[in-house]
């Protein structure tokens, strides 16, 4: 499948837009997380790594290639142990102690 | 096309990967269901670099020789930049995440550049439009990767100051300019086919190395209080080269998912710069310590030290309290010994909220995580403008490690650096404590006046050695009420 011009453009719109949309109702309480959490997606480069790798038909490409591949899964792995890490501590209270809020 | 059922198998998982990707950010929009989230997105991960493999069928005639070698170097180099990154993340402190964070952006930025290099030394991107758009990717990789490298180096206390010199702005304007003359030079050579002055790997080498200088040098003369803008900044940069590498190689997942992160690191840093009272530009192109210092007009009133035990006992017998955290509190590591003081409010029927600053620790909502490691529910976390019209009801609000976020300063004084960030209120609270280790100045480098408030007592001491005052001076007050 060739994307070429517009189309690229298109998507890249959409994309930005979906972007902008799913960020912008998140509350800051979770910006930290986002900001890993987003980080960890844009790991997804090691997929393109890997094709770079594979396709590699010098010792140079190869040399680069593998750094791709070590940089981006680093990115993709470390972002997602970060990410899951944080998430899970979020909690919310156990036995209702909001609702033992006294009269003020 | 040599084989078409890989192609298609590609497709679908990438198809897959940009969906799960889209669904997990949504999941994580919210706390309750975040966890799933990133699991969501974590799958989709999964699928699309394990079905990357089946690329091996389709590989060009060149490649062919190289294919053994090269999936032997894929997989050892999955295993040991996943397994190093994976472990440094499972172990990594609380209170380094910010620069965790810059260093996995660095590392996705550093492959997004090479992903450049490969195509731009390999000759596979040819056509002017192609040629462009991964000389454009390569040079925002490039100054991600070198420039969250700074990032991560200054927070993680390897450099410590900014480093500034005289027309430096200067410097980086031509340092750019030097590079997009380099790529301007590449896409002449390549359209019109002309030899190149010097070999064309060379010039791919120059361009590479004005672009990773650009990041340095640009990324240098930040301050340390602004590096969270920094990453998010290049948290967008790295997604936006990744998206468009995607473009050259022709992989709609890398191109959706680099442009969602694009988009949503671009508004984080929006709204991180709004709740600094700063705009962007500012932030990278003004140094915020050079702000020339104003002369301030005295503080009128006294400050007020008091015992950590009385202002314990104090919030005791209040009705309601508000905690203003800041990161002084994480600096003390005393958010345990603060969860604990806030559980035996609790139970003796104080009604006890945070609330936390939308730039309290060294990255927004950094506080609110390492608020949730120590356990703190975040149904008792409130932002800023849920809560800051609460405290003129309150009886008292406790600020702990926290400065320049409750400056009044920031409200009336128009000369004050400050002036216009949106603050929390606490000195409108009935009566404030201050928790201090010194009478030193927040980050702003200016005097609070909330301090010198008739209403505000200052508490001096390390947050945890006083947070444990507090507990024992109450929990010895129950006891005496019990016998």
């Given at each position: 499948?060739?994307?070429?011009?517009?189309?690229?453009?298109?998507?890249?719109?959409?994309?930005?837009?979906?972007?902008?949309?799913?960020?912008?109702?998140?509350?800051?309480?979770?910006?930290?997380?986002?900001?890993?959490?987003?980080?960890?997606?844009?790991?997804?480069?090691?997929?393109?790594?890997?094709?770079?790798?594979?396709?590699?038909?010098?010792?140079?490409?190869?040399?680069?290639?593998?750094?791709?591949?070590?940089?981006?899964?680093?990115?993709?792995?470390?972002?997602?142990?970060?990410?899951?890490?944080?998430?899970?501590?979020?909690?919310?209270?156990?036995?209702?102690?909001?609702?033992?809020?006294k009269k003020s | 096309?040599?084989?078409?059922?890989?192609?298609?198998?590609?497709?679908?998982?990438?198809?897959?990967?940009?969906?799960?990707?889209?669904?997990?950010?949504?999941?994580?929009?919210?706390?309750?269901?975040?966890?799933?989230?990133?699991?969501?997105?974590?799958?989709?991960?999964?699928?699309?670099?394990?079905?990357?493999?089946?690329?091996?069928?389709?590989?060009?005639?060149?490649?062919?020789?190289?294919?053994?070698?090269?999936?032997?170097?894929?997989?050892?180099?999955?295993?040991?930049?996943?397994?190093?990154?994976?472990?440094?993340?499972?172990?990594?402190?609380?209170?380094?995440?910010?620069?965790m964070v810059a260093l996995y952006n660095s590392m996705g930025a550093g492959a997004a550049g090479a992903i450049a290099a490969v195509e731009l030394f390999g000759n596979a991107a040819p056509g002017a439009t192609?040629?462009?758009?991964?000389?454009?990717?390569?040079?925002?990789?490039?100054?991600?990767?070198?420039?969250?490298?700074?990032?991560?180096?200054?927070?993680?206390?390897?450099?410590k100051k900014p480093l500034r010199v005289k027309g430096q702005q200067i410097l980086n304007a031509l340092v750019l300019a030097a590079t997009l003359a380099v790529g301007g030079y590449m896409v002449f050579v390549g359209e019109s086919g002309a030899a190149p002055l010097i070999p064309m790997p060379h010039l791919i080498g120059l361009f590479f190395g004005l672009a990773l200088a650009f990041g340095i040098l640009m990324t240098l003369p930040i301050g340390g209080a602004d590096m969270p803008v920094v990453i998010s900044i290049f948290n967008a940069f790295t997604g936006l080269a990744v998206g468009l590498e995607g473009f050259v190689l022709q992989n709609p997942a890398l191109m959706i998912a680099g442009m969602v992160v694009g988009a949503a690191g671009l508004l984080l840093t929006l709204i991180m710069a709004k709740a600094m009272n700063r705009s962007v530009a500012n932030v990278l192109f003004?140094?915020?310590?050079?702000?020339?210092?104003?002369?301030?007009?005295?503080?009128?009133?006294?400050?007020?030290?008091?015992?950590?035990?009385?202002?314990?006992?104090?919030?005791?017998?209040?009705?309601?309290?508000?905690?203003?955290?800041?990161?002084?509190?994480?600096?003390?590591?005393?958010?345990?010994?603060?969860?604990?003081?806030?559980?035996?409010?609790?139970?003796?029927?104080?009604?006890?909220?945070?609330?936390?600053?939308?730039?309290?620790?060294?990255?927004?909502?950094?506080?609110?995580?390492?608020l949730a490691e120590a356990g703190v529910p975040y149904d008792l976390i409130f932002q800023l403008e849920d809560i800051n019209d609460a405290f003129a009801t309150t009886d008292v609000a406790l600020v702990i490690g926290a400065n320049d976020v409750v400056n009044p300063a920031a409200r009336t004084d128009k000369l004050s650096p400050i002036f216009g960030m949106p603050i929390l209120n606490a000195d409108k609270a009935k009566t404030v404590y201050v928790v201090k280790r010194g009478q030193g100045k927040g980050y702003a480098g200016i005097q609070n006046a909330l301090f010198y408030d008739d209403n505000c007592d200052m508490v001096y001491g390390d947050a945890q050695a006083v947070l444990i005052k507090m507990i024992e001076a109450v929990r010895g007050l129950g006891f005496a009420a019990a016998a």
């Amino acid at each position: 499948m060739a994307i070429t011009g517009f189309v690229a453009l298109y998507i890249f719109m959409l994309a930005a837009f979906a972007g902008w949309v799913i960020i912008g109702r998140v509350p800051a309480i979770l910006h930290t997380p986002l900001m890993s959490g987003s980080n960890f997606v844009h790991g997804i480069v090691v997929v393109g790594g890997l094709f770079a790798l594979l396709n590699a038909s010098s010792v140079l490409e190869q040399a680069i290639g593998f750094f791709a591949v070590l940089m981006g899964a680093g990115n993709a792995a470390g972002g997602y142990a970060v990410t899951d890490r944080m998430l899970a501590m979020f909690k919310p209270s156990a036995p209702a102690p909001i609702a033992s809020q006294k009269k003020s | 096309m040599p084989l078409l059922v890989p192609q298609l198998a590609i497709g679908a998982a990438d198809l897959a990967a940009a969906f799960l990707f889209l669904f997990g950010l949504k999941r994580m929009s919210s706390p309750v269901t975040a966890p799933s989230g990133i699991f969501v997105a974590g799958i989709g991960m999964l699928v699309a670099v394990l079905a990357s493999f089946l690329y091996v069928f389709a590989v060009g005639d060149a490649a062919k020789p190289y294919l053994m070698v090269n999936v032997g170097l894929a997989v050892t180099a999955l295993a040991i930049g996943g397994g190093l990154a994976w472990w440094a993340g499972r172990t990594v402190a609380m209170t380094a995440m910010p620069q965790m964070v810059a260093l996995y952006n660095s590392m996705g930025a550093g492959a997004a550049g090479a992903i450049a290099a490969v195509e731009l030394f390999g000759n596979a991107a040819p056509g002017a439009t192609r040629l462009v758009v991964t000389l454009l990717g390569a040079l925002i990789g490039a100054v991600s990767f070198s420039g969250s490298l700074i990032a991560w180096a200054k927070l993680q206390g390897v450099i410590k100051k900014p480093l500034r010199v005289k027309g430096q702005q200067i410097l980086n304007a031509l340092v750019l300019a030097a590079t997009l003359a380099v790529g301007g030079y590449m896409v002449f050579v390549g359209e019109s086919g002309a030899a190149p002055l010097i070999p064309m790997p060379h010039l791919i080498g120059l361009f590479f190395g004005l672009a990773l200088a650009f990041g340095i040098l640009m990324t240098l003369p930040i301050g340390g209080a602004d590096m969270p803008v920094v990453i998010s900044i290049f948290n967008a940069f790295t997604g936006l080269a990744v998206g468009l590498e995607g473009f050259v190689l022709q992989n709609p997942a890398l191109m959706i998912a680099g442009m969602v992160v694009g988009a949503a690191g671009l508004l984080l840093t929006l709204i991180m710069a709004k709740a600094m009272n700063r705009s962007v530009a500012n932030v990278l192109f003004t140094n915020f310590g050079a702000v020339p210092k104003q002369t301030q007009g005295a503080m009128t009133g006294s400050l007020k030290p008091v015992d950590a035990a009385d202002a314990g006992i104090a919030m005791r017998y209040a009705a309601s309290v508000i905690i203003v955290p800041g990161y002084g509190l994480a600096v003390a590591q005393g958010q345990q010994k603060l969860y604990e003081f806030v559980k035996i409010l609790q139970a003796a029927g104080v009604s006890v909220r945070f609330a936390v600053h939308p730039v309290a620790g060294r990255m927004p909502g950094q506080m609110d995580v390492l608020l949730a490691e120590a356990g703190v529910p975040y149904d008792l976390i409130f932002q800023l403008e849920d809560i800051n019209d609460a405290f003129a009801t309150t009886d008292v609000a406790l600020v702990i490690g926290a400065n320049d976020v409750v400056n009044p300063a920031a409200r009336t004084d128009k000369l004050s650096p400050i002036f216009g960030m949106p603050i929390l209120n606490a000195d409108k609270a009935k009566t404030v404590y201050v928790v201090k280790r010194g009478q030193g100045k927040g980050y702003a480098g200016i005097q609070n006046a909330l301090f010198y408030d008739d209403n505000c007592d200052m508490v001096y001491g390390d947050a945890q050695a006083v947070l444990i005052k507090m507990i024992e001076a109450v929990r010895g007050l129950g006891f005496a009420a019990a016998a």
